[in-house]
Nanobody, 120 residues
């Protein structure tokens, strides 16, 4: 089992910055990718960014490219999402997720989510 604990959400003005962190605990050795998703009321969950643990390959959805940066701290089992130049459209609940592979089976794990509100 893997537990994901998020932190760092809050209220920020447009143009401001926030840093989200997600710490993984438990059987983390089989995790191969970690993601940040977001969801707004009435909308589908959206993949925001992800990073692979073997090659550190990063992916960003178009709307956050050049504003958000995902990073991995292996020593602290933590993946972070640095969010700069935030816009009201970034307001959402942000979820950390991880996928693990054990015995050819894929397992998905989710954090509880952290609210990000961008408003003046």
């Amino acid at each position: 089992q893997v537990q994901l604990v998020e932190s760092g959400g809050g209220l920020v003005q447009p143009g401001g910055s926030l840093r989200l962190s997600c710490t993984a605990n438990g059987d983390i050795s089989s995790i191969y990718i970690m993601n940040w998703y977001r969801r707004t009321p009435g909308n589908e969950r959206e993949l925001v960014a992800e990073i692979t643990l073997n090659h550190m390959t990063e992916y960003y959805t178009d709307s956050v490219k050049d504003r958000f940066t995902i990073s991995l701290n292996r020593g602290k089992n933590t993946v972070s999402l640095q969010m700069d130049r935030l816009e009201p459209e970034d307001t959402a609940v942000y979820y950390c997720a991880a996928a693990a592979l054990r015995d050819a089976l894929k397992y998905e794990y989710w954090g509880h989510g952290t609210q990000v509100t961008v408003s003046s």
